[in-house]
């Protein structure tokens, strides 16, 4: 598994969500942060959306 991880094209994006995944629990125990958690929602979001570019660019680089 953590050779297919360190491999992986999409370790950007993972760690987006694994953010976002750990301000949602730290949002869970301290209470309500509505800034914080649309600050980790919008980097999440940005993360996945340069790696999916990133990923599909490369894909089609490499078709050439």
Known sequence: MMGRLDN????LSLAGFTAFVIATIIYLITGPNIPGILGFLTAA??????N????????KKSVD
Not at 8 to 11: A, F, I, L, M, T
Not at 52 to 59: C, D, G, K
């Open 8 to 11: 992986s094209r999409w370790k």
């Open 45 to 50: 979001i940005v993360l996945f959306i340069l």
């Open 52 to 59: 999916a570019a990133y990923v599909l660019y490369t894909n």
